[in-house]
């Protein structure tokens, strides 16, 4: 069993930058496969970013270059840094853990980018 914490989101400015953070509790983190996810308003969720645990990273085209998924094995810890933020990036943005059937979700954080 895994428990995820996302924390870190909040309102920005565009062009700004938040950095969110997943604190997971439980155990094997290093095991699980790390992903971002975000669902707007009216709309699908959908993957933003994921890390393996070989440390491979995927990102969805609309947020290359901008954001960056790491993850710290000794704290237990995922992080997204998003940067060159978007009104479009506004989003309830969720932590998730896979492996292997396995599959689990944190609350959500609410990033909103607004003027």
């Known amino acids: 069993q895994v428990q995820l914490v996302e924390s870190g989101g909040g309102l920005v400015q565009p062009g700004g930058s938040l950095r969110l953070s997943c604190a997971a509790s439980?155990?094997?983190?290093?095991?699980?496969?790390m992903g971002w996810y975000r669902q707007a308003p009216g709309k699908r969720r959908e993957l933003v970013a994921t890390i393996t645990t070989a440390r491979n990273t995927y990102y969805t085209d609309s947020v290359k270059g901008r954001f960056t998924i790491s993850r710290d094995n000794a704290r237990n810890t995922a992080y997204l840094e998003m940067n060159s933020l978007k009104p479009e990036d506004t989003a309830v943005y969720y932590c998730?853990?896979?492996?292997?059937?396995?599959?689990?979700w944190g609350q959500g954080t609410q990033v909103t980018v607004s003027s």
């Open positions: 439980g155990s094997s983190f290093s095991s699980y496969i």
């Open positions: 998730n853990a896979a492996r292997y059937n396995l599959n689990y």
